[in-house]
């Protein structure tokens, strides 16, 4: 008589293979609700990726076997002790309405989106899935909102509706675009043959795109990123020449294709970019210039604690206003969390930044490259956007990390 075969039951690795996937669509939620059809969706989109992402990364936890390197404590624990320290610097805060909107942000998205960036880039499929779907979403990004804006769908600039909201979205959506044209060019560096020419047409198709949302700070994040990681991925295999001709060629060419826009005048209509680096009068200080002096100012007035998680808006005389940050998370650590938090946030990110130099050439030049991809651009973002709640710039900091974690599968 056989044996009864055994009962069905579900593979672990196959409930974590959606990881990498629904770590991107977390990461570029924001984008993702620029797109004409997305925008009014029922539901939360963010609200819904977490949900999902959160019992998959917990098996993905669980399925691998996990190395840490021994330079991965000091970073990684000073950025868990700075997100308490922001709790805690709330207890001094003058502000109520923006400490209430900034603390679930730190609680709550902060240390997840840390942990997902550390085990995504650690696990080989779950990066690869993370990279194809930023891909996927820079596609429809760029594709849908330049569709948008030849339908009159969607308007840049928040005309019928929250300016502020439709302008954070509309950088958001630069720079999922930017990420993603940094990952297609990684792909063109190790392409051959007429897949090359593929990858690239792809890679300047999205450079292309990133000039409609309207982003300055997104295009200088795509000419980041691809000029960047595919640099990277030439100099960890040996070829200086290739890396420094590739930066080269890409920023000749960046500069020569906004040239014969501008020389273009039906050509740049509609470019909101070229408007606003090209067309925006320059003599009035610029805005970030006014917050960065105002952020050190009150930096070393408020010494040594700051003035707690959310104080600066209100002390900087810009009432309960959230999207009058200091722009600069240095800057913001400095004067919300004083010289502790300062302290913390050069010990986190930019000892993320100095494990992730030393660990490059430790790890195969294609997932070194894919982490730059992802992580200049917001790299960029950090110091003249953004503030220390968002969730894309612990994400990245956690991509930086994982380049000290190996995942290994288990023996079952």
């Known amino acids: 008589m056989n044996a009864a075969a055994p009962a069905w039951r579900p ?50 936890l669980l399925v691998r076997r ?27 805060s003058a502000s109520d309405d923006v400490l209430a909107e900034k603390l679930p942000g730190l609680v709550l998205l902060a240390p997840s989106m840390l942990l997902a960036g550390v085990l995504v880039g650690a696990d080989a499929p779950a990066l690869r899935r993370c990279c194809t779907a930023t891909l996927v979403v820079g596609v429809v990004v760029g594709g849908g909102i330049a569709w948008g804006v030849a339908t009159r769908q969607v308007v840049l600039g928040g005309a019928g509706g929250d300016a502020e909201l439709v302008r954070v979205q509309y950088q958001l959506a630069g720079l999922a675009i930017a990420c993603a044209a940094g990952l297609a060019a990684v792909r063109v560096a190790e392409a051959r043959g007429l897949a090359r020419l593929a990858w690239l047409g792809l890679t300047l198709a999205l450079a292309a795109a990133v000039l409609v949302p309207g982003g300055r700070l997104a295009l200088l994040a795509a000419g980041l ?23 080269g060629a890409m920023l000749g060419l960046g500069l020569l294709g906004l040239g014969l826009l501008l020389a273009s005048p039906r050509g740049a209509a509609g470019l909101r970019t070229l408007e606003r680096v090209f067309g925006e009068p320059t003599t009035a200080t610029p805005a970030r210039t006014i917050l960065w002096r105002e952020a050190l100012r009150w930096g070393g007035e408020a010494a040594p604690l700051g003035l707690g998680t959310g104080g600066f808006p209100q002390a900087a005389g810009f009432g309960e206003r959230r999207g009058m940050y200091p722009h600069n998370h240095a800057l913001e ?53 953004t503030d220390l709640g968002n969730r894309m710039a612990w994400f990245a900091l956690g991509l930086l990390l994982s380049l000290a974690v190996e995942a290994e599968a288990r023996d079952v």
């Not at 924001?30 to 819904?48: C, E, Q, R, W």
């Not at 990123?225 to 930066?247: E, K, N």
Request: hydrophobic fraction near 70%; glycine fraction near 12%; charged fraction near 10%.
């Open 11 to 60: 593979d672990a690795a196959v409930l974590a293979a959606g990881s990498g996937a629904l770590a991107a669509v977390m990461h570029f939620a924001g984008a993702l609700k620029s797109v004409p059809g997305l925008a009014g969706l029922p539901f939360d989109l963010t609200a819904l990726a977490f949900a999902a992402l959160v019992p998959s990364l917990a098996v993905l």
């Open 66 to 92: 996990w190395r840490l390197a021994r330079g991965l404590a000091l970073p990684l624990a000073a950025a868990l002790a700075l997100v308490l320290w922001l709790v805690l610097a709330g207890a001094w």
């Open 225 to 247: 990123g691809v000029a960047g990681a595919p640099a990277l991925f030439w100099a960890l295999r040996g070829r200086w020449l290739a890396a420094l001709g590739w930066f």
């Open 333 to 385: 650590a400095l004067a919300e969390g004083g010289l502790p938090g300062l302290v913390l946030w050069l010990g986190a990110f930019g000892g993320g930044v100095v494990l992730a130099l030393r660990q490059a050439r430790h790890v195969a030049p294609g997932r070194a490259a894919r982490v730059a991809a992802l992580t200049l651009p917001v790299a960029l973002t950090v110091m003249v956007s």
